[in-house]
């Protein structure tokens, strides 16, 4: 696989969320697919994940999903990924979507959708990934988490330039743009 053709997604499982997220989500997929990226993802079959893979593969796309053993022990997978990578545990399905992948993009999620966005930041902070990181900030979803991070800087706990780590955006089509781009430099969490 070619590193620098996929876009990992992070995302939510959960089946219980409102139609606008799981539309973006099935966007977010057709797009990514038409501009020949793969997607890289949780291989989910429900939730963001499983309308992320649908749209992928409605567009005659790729989606890889990375996912522990007990999750497919558990026939939690989506049974139409394009190729399904099996790990030990969840440290290795997070490092080998971040291998996998040359930007991120965090749709709305819950506390692992939000643990795997703010490690892949602390990852860049660290030079441990150079990737473009996108938020995708539906419905305004990200905001408190956009006005933690301001506070982390405002306070002292985070440099003013960590701004630069990600991007914001509020459309499928902004987030593709943004993780799309070579010039990675300015971001701003600004929402």
Known sequence: MNLKQAICVYCASSANIAQTYLDAAFLL????????????????????????????????????????????????HHSQLTDMEVTDNMHERKKRMAELSSA?????????TMEE?????????????????VILNIAGYYNPLLKMLDNAISQGFMKMDHFQLWQVATTPEEAVEMALREDNANFSSKY
């Open 29 to 76: 997929g057709k797009l990514i697919a038409s501009t020949g990226k793969q997607v890289v993802c949780g291989a989910g079959r429900t939730g963001l994940m499983g309308a992320l893979i649908d749209g992928a593969i409605a567009q005659n796309g790729q989606a890889i999903g990375v996912i522990p053993q007990f999750m497919v022990e558990n026939g939690w």
């Open 104 to 112: 991120v993009i965090a749709l709305p999620g819950g506390c692992g």
């Open 117 to 133: 966005l703010l490690e892949i930041i602390t990852w860049r902070q660290l030079g441990l990934y150079s990737g473009n990181i």
